[in-house]
């Protein structure tokens, strides 16, 4: 099947994946007297003395935005908001599917930071969470970062966080194959934007000592002029030994390679160059890093793409449907590191010890299994780290 010919006719059949489907009777003076006028300005009323009456008496405690600025939208790059529609509808689709949660697709027609932050601030008491999408760094940093100190609903950027998320899954089980150890790890990541970065500063939370980062001009160390603010910032923090030089100095001897670029920047001599029993995520879409063949047939222990077409693929959807059906049980203020740390435990132990092998590392993104144990497992987590208003 040519997937981007069907999908273009599938959704001019679909005119939409999403629509809005009333809950309440609405055939009757009764019936509409309770859902509306008169009857509603009493719960009107009790919000009005307890905001937090809001998510017991509406739709709120099981409502996520999904907003962008249409300025990352997938492979596309700057294509616009309206652009960018297709996709968030096809997010608040999976939201329903796998998590059961109501989301709303918003793309905002301005790329000015404090606008969009601004604009989420004065939205979100219609809201029980806010899911970034698809905004381009580094503006997207800023962004999170002012919604999760100035709001007191979850905020979650899932370009940084959910792929963080995933990919740390996919790490522990990899590591469990490999009989490795992450403190004893080295690794390299490259491509140092939005996803690079964050999956670099949560690998380092979970445990990995030894991590290098790369992009297309080469290695990332601290004093290098061309940095921009991010990279600074995780220079401070990665390539401990100060390597210079280019990706193929990076990973000679590296345990793990995980790839958020562009296509086909790794050879197989390159592959060849790293430790025992190398592990390659290679995420680049809709070409990864190298053909996984490839990378297998030059050595490659376990490979995983962001791609259906091959085994192992790293999916973002086995995170964040779960990640705020959790939060939203438990009526969480934030997503604090414990809460995605516990995440991705979530979904690598979703896949057995006798299901586990280096075709098979993580859970399929439709097995609503993995869904579940991901809500269950952020629920905990915000209980234990008091982030959870309701037990």
């Excluded at 290098?212 to 991010?230: F, H, Q, R, S, Y």
């Excluded at 670029?261 to 790794?266: D, E, R, V």
């Excluded at 995440?343 to 010890?353: E, K, L, M, P, Y």
Aim: glycine residues 8%; contains cysteine.
């Amino acid at each position: 099947m040519n997937y981007r010919e069907e999908s273009l006719k599938k959704h001019a059949e679909w005119k939409g994946k999403i629509e809005t489907v009333c809950r309440v009777p609405t055939d009757g003076r009764e019936a509409l007297s309770l859902a509306y006028t008169p009857g509603v300005a009493e719960p009107c009323l009790a919000i009005k003395d307890d905001i937090e009456k809001s998510f017991e008496l509406t739709r709120r405690w099981n409502t996520v935005a999904v907003i962008t600025d249409g300025t990352a939208i997938l492979g596309l790059g700057d294509i616009g908001p309206e652009a960018g529609m297709p996709v968030m509808e096809g997010k608040c689709a999976l939201f329903k599917a796998y998590g059961g949660v109501d989301a709303f697709p918003i793309c905002l027609k301005t790329k000015d930071a404090e606008e969009i932050i601004k604009t989420v601030k004065i939205i979100s008491g219609s809201f029980g969470g806010i899911n970034l999408e698809d905004i381009s760094a580094p503006r997207c940093f800023e962004i999170e970062t002012r919604l999760k100190e100035e709001l007191e609903i979850p905020v979650f950027h899932d370009d940084q966080h959910g792929t963080a998320i995933v990919m740390t899954a996919a790490l522990i089980n990899s590591l469990k194959l490999a009989g490795k150890k992450k403190e004893e790890i080295k690794v390299v990541i490259n491509g140092a934007g939005a996803a690079g970065i964050a999956i670099a500063k949560f690998l380092m939370l979970f445990g990995v000592k030894d991590l290098t980062m790369c992009d297309l001009k080469g290695v990332i160390c601290e004093g290098a002029e061309w940095l921009n603010p991010a990279q600074k910032e995780i220079a401070k923090l990665t390539n401990r030994t100060r390597l210079t030089g280019t990706l193929k100095d990076a990973m000679k001897g590296a345990d793990v390679l995980i790839g958020v670029s562009g296509p086909n920047c790794i050879t197989k001599d390159m592959v060849k160059s790293m430790a025992a029993k190398p592990i390659l995520f290679t995420c680049a879409n809709p070409v990864p890093e190298i053909n996984p063949a490839d990378a297998k047939e030059a050595g490659a222990f376990i490979v995983g793409t962001g791609s259906s077409e091959y085994s192992n693929q790293i999916n973002n959807v086995l995170v964040f449907p779960g990640l705020f059906r959790g939060a939203l049980d438990v009526r969480a203020t934030t997503v604090n590191t414990e809460m995605m740390i516990a995440a991705a435990h979530g979904i690598a132990n979703c896949v057995t010890a006798k299901e586990l092998s280096c075709d098979y590392i993580l859970p399929y993104a439709y097995d609503k299994t993995a869904h579940d144990c991901v809500a269950e497992a952020v629920a905990e987590a915000a209980k234990k780290t008091g982030a959870a208003k309701l037990s």
